[in-house]
Nanobody, 114 residues
């Protein structure tokens, strides 16, 4: 089990960009970005494997990009063309398989103003 620490959240105007980072204490095959808006269920935003296989939620395709630096045990989420509906707490997770999460970060708040 690895420890995960996110950073990079903040307040941005609609149309702006943010880049989130998640630093892990060790290596993990799968890394995930999730988000949870107030009153809504947690949503899987994107995932990436150690070898770079990527999946995105339909809601953010074309606007968000997930990437990772295996040497730094860090996963990123570049978020462009942000919308107010992207406002949420964004958390990263890690796991050995696509359907297994063994570690969670504490989350970072992203607020998009209109």
């Amino acid at each position: 089990q690895v420890q995960l620490v996110e950073s990079g959240g903040g307040l941005v105007q609609a149309g702006g960009s943010l880049r989130l980072s998640c630093v892990a204490s060790g290596s993990s095959n799968y890394m995930f970005w999730y988000r949870q808006a107030p009153g809504k269920q947690r949503e899987l935003v994107a995932s990436i494997t150690r070898v770079g296989i990527i999946n995105y939620a339909d809601s953010i395709k074309g606007r968000f990009t997930i990437s990772r630096d295996n040497a730094k045990n860090t996963v990123y989420l570049q978020m462009n063309s942000l919308k107010p509906e992207d406002t949420a707490v964004y958390s990263c997770a890690a796991g050995p398989l696509a359907y297994v999460r063994t570690s969670w970060g504490q989350g970072t708040q992203v607020t998009v103003s209109s």
